[in-house]
């Protein structure tokens, strides 16, 4: 979420869409040489320079949180497989994988010969032994990675090109897992894996990396700049570009000032909707598309909660609020256009799962007064309805990430409105670590409202388990806890027919939107800008510089 | 001994005062709503055993009585812990952040006296005058500004001109001759350190310009003008060495300051600096790097009004305690 949390899903987010491959896109000549794809030449050379105001915190895999961080392994260490911009899981470090009939084994052929950048062989032991190691440390130091691999039972490798994983129950999404597992290298990184592992989280891996990627991370100096080269000994398709470099900047305006201004190539998103204008003006590339983030309205759903607010249960007062909340004028002052009105938790940007039948609700205030009339709530002094006996008055907690981004503006529009049915909604702004923790507060009975977002990722098992009751005090921000709805998380991630496994993720879908211990107001777009003089940068699942591909990088070239 | 006695008062204050300073920047930011472990502990299926595992690793399982008592033993062994976010000492990171802090910071803030100097010794020279007015209004326009605001407004208006942000071109896969890596840092460092100037040196203009004020109305300096004396000789060599007093204490405060950093001129120019690491750090409630770069600051500060103290003592011979 990010929501909530937001970076972690803000900045791992995965998935989506896009882009014409790059080699498509290709034209003409210059810079370092050139290579014909395709009856076209493609120029080969030059430094890809991109602006972000994300941060790589740590190039330690254990470690790190942040989403560059993230990007910056896909780049420099082997996946097994990864996505196109049309969301596609595809090979990367494995050509090829085969299925066990009862979903409990699959074995992947990898690339033969394939080598590290120092020149020792990447096989698929590597592999091996970095699934081995999470699974071994995963309630220590491996902690961070242990999603990844949930339900895994075993991780090996009969021989150098293949790697066999075993799990305990048949698993939905073992792709999009292992797709998020860097693959480092045994010899570089086992001497840490002694006794309790602890020894993992304490080695640096200090750029230059020993790197088996499209790219060799040579130098990383903390809050200024990652510069990437170009990996000689990379096995897969070798990228146009010599290398890229990742400059961190602290706001988006200067980000964006210095893509204006010819410092950078290309800035990551979020782009601004306030910058997109401008942007154009100056003849840049800007694309608008839709993103897979959502923003969405919580409503304490603990059962628990505090007398004074219980109301706040009450699926008649749930509707109402629902209708309240004005999508369009959202979209169209607070995203400046460039979103959708909400409806579902797994938004249509990241495919097939979202539940084309939940669409967004209508904005009526005459119908949400009926529904606060006929759920009792009495209009009382002052213009605010009466609920159990008290004012309906809430407090709205809203991170200070997102209040100064557009998220405050939203409020703006949501409050006059819910104003007019007779409830007062009061803003809160705290710091996003605050806000979270004044949800968690007296295990969810305190909070009301809060406002928030979330970056689901492609595959939808992770938006989905945020709404169980295991995530109660980690990714879970409303409250909600469903027996019948973890039954439905525990049938989606074990079935492993798309078809059937489609089912239970529309039923989930409809049992929230029904609950709605979310409102989700809308889906921003995913808005991306860069200098004209490069090829347009593949955009895969909202966005072109992230942890869910190396084509972006790997097929940008020169104009 | 008079001299000893000050000496010896003044530095069991200056001790007594980083004693009570530490302490509070051990319970100021545990006080904090937000937790140390809230975000790091929110990765994709995160269970709430890596929360636990967090915590006993950082050992914010402990009372904190406990925790204290660590802390005061580590700081005595000047260790100040590793950094929660990235599992790098804080020392370490601290010392890195410095290193690029003080440059730009220095001449932010030297920058910023020698004008103020120089305009509040020209306006009180020539008081009711339009250099004065002119001093003086400019002086209290730019203070007024905040700096944040005055920051971007440059930012914006030298796009293109100069480096929207960094402290090098950070885009070189070779190293450059040093004197252009050098010319580079000083391109990169003009705007930051021209808003910590501009937003400073008005303080300094309004200090100097009615301390002169007051020194040019003394009898002293009568006797000099009845002596003969050049104007210019009994502005700089009577008027402005005395009316410097005041001034004193002022830079004193200030270059303690300069450790911090300047938060949010750090924050807009992305300099990587100590202001910069301290919001980062209050955003992930880094605690050991918090609590060591406020220790940094709590001593600079408290060890140059030391410094400000002695000067004190050696400049007025009438101070006794």
Known sequence: MMGLPMSGLRKHRPAALLAAAAAVLAVAACGGGSASSGGSTIKQGGVFRMGTSSTIDSLNPFIAFQSDAYTTFEYIYPTLVQYTPSLKIVENFARSWTTSPDGRT???????????????????????????????????ATANSAGYVAHMKSATAPDATTLVLTYSQPVANVLSQVQQVPIMPEHIWAQYATGNGKALKTFQNNAPIVSGGPFILTKYTPKQVALFKKNPAFYGPKPHIDGFGLQFFQTTDAEVTALKSGQLD???????????????????????????????????SNPQQQASHKELLNPLLRQAFDHAINRQAVVATSLLGHGQPGSTIIPPATGQWSDPAIKPVSFSLATAGQLLDQAGYKMGPNG??????????????????????????????????????????????????????????????????????????????????????????????????????????????????????????????????????YLVIDYPDSIEAQSSHWSPLPEVGGGSFNSMSTIPMVSVHRL | MRGADYIIKRGFFALVTIYVAITINFFLFRVLPGNAVTDLSRVPHASPALRHAL??????????????????????????????????????????????????????????????????????????????????????????FPTQWLGLMLLILFAGILPAGGMSDPFLFTAEPFWQHLGDIAKHMFLPAATLMLTAFGS???????????????????????????????????????????????????????????????????????????????????YPMLQGGFLILTVSVIMLNFVADLLYFRLDPRIST
Not at chain 2, 93 to 122: C, E, H, Q, S
């Open chain 1, 384 to 517: 605010l309805r009466i609920a159990n006996g008290h004012p309906m008055s809430y407090t709205v907690i809203m991170p200070s990430d997102l209040a100064s981004e557009y998220l405050n503006r939203t409020f703006q529009i949501i409050q006059p409105d819910f104003k007019k049915i007779g409830v007062q909604l009061n803003l809160k702004v705290l710091d996003p670590s605050a806000a979270y923790d004044a949800i968690l507060a007296n295990n969810y009975r305190n909070f009301e409202i809060s406002m928030w977002d979330w970056f689901p990722l492609t595959d939808p098992d992770f938006m989905l388990s945020v709404l169980t009751c295991n995530s109660f005090n980690v990714w879970n921000d409303t409250g909600y806890c469903s027996k019948a709805y973890d039954n439905l998380y525990s049938e989606q991630s074990a079935a492993v027919n798309p078809a059937q496994r489609r089912q239970v993720v529309y039923q989930m879908q409809q049992m929230i939107a029904s609950a709605q211990p």
């Open chain 2, 204 to 286: 300094y203009t309004l200090v100097v310009r009615s301390s002169m004020l007051e020194t040019l109305g003394e009898d002293y300096v009568l006797t000099a003008r009845a002596k003969g004396l050049p104007t210019r000789r009994i502005v700089w060599r009577h008027a402005v060495r005395n009316a410097l007093l005041p001034l004193v204490t002022l830079i004193a405060l200030e270059l303690g300051f300069i450790v911090g950093g300047a938060l949010l001129v750090e924050v807009i120019f992305s300099w990587p600096g100590i202001g910069l690491a301290m919001y980062s750090a209050i955003g992930q409630r880094d």
């Open chain 1, 106 to 140: 699959w074995t992947f052929t990898t690339r033969p010969n394939a080598k590290w950048s120092d020149g020792k062989p990447l096989t698929a032991a590597d592999a091996a032994w970095t699934f081995s190691t999470i699974m071994k440390f995963a309630d220590g």
């Open chain 1, 266 to 300: 290309g800035v990551e998103v979020p782009v601004p909707p306030t910058s997109v204008a401008t942007l154009k003006a100056a003849h840049f590339q800007v694309r608008s598309s839709p993103g897979v983030a959502f923003d969405d309205f919580i409503i304490n």
């Open chain 2, 55 to 144: 915590l006993t690793e950082f050992g914010l399982d402990k009372p904190k009585w406990e925790q204290y008592l660590i802390y005061l033993k580590n700081l005595a062994h000047g260790n100040m812990g590793i950094s929660f976010a990235n599992q790098q000492p804080v020392s370490h990171l601290l010392l890195a952040d410095l290193k690029n802090t003080i440059p730009m910071v220095t001449v932010g803030t030297v920058a910023a006296i020698v004008i103020g100097v120089f305009t509040g010794v020209l306006s009180a020279w020539r008081r009711g005058s339009a250099p004065d007015h002119l001093s003086t209004n400019t002086a209290i326009f730019f203070y007024a």
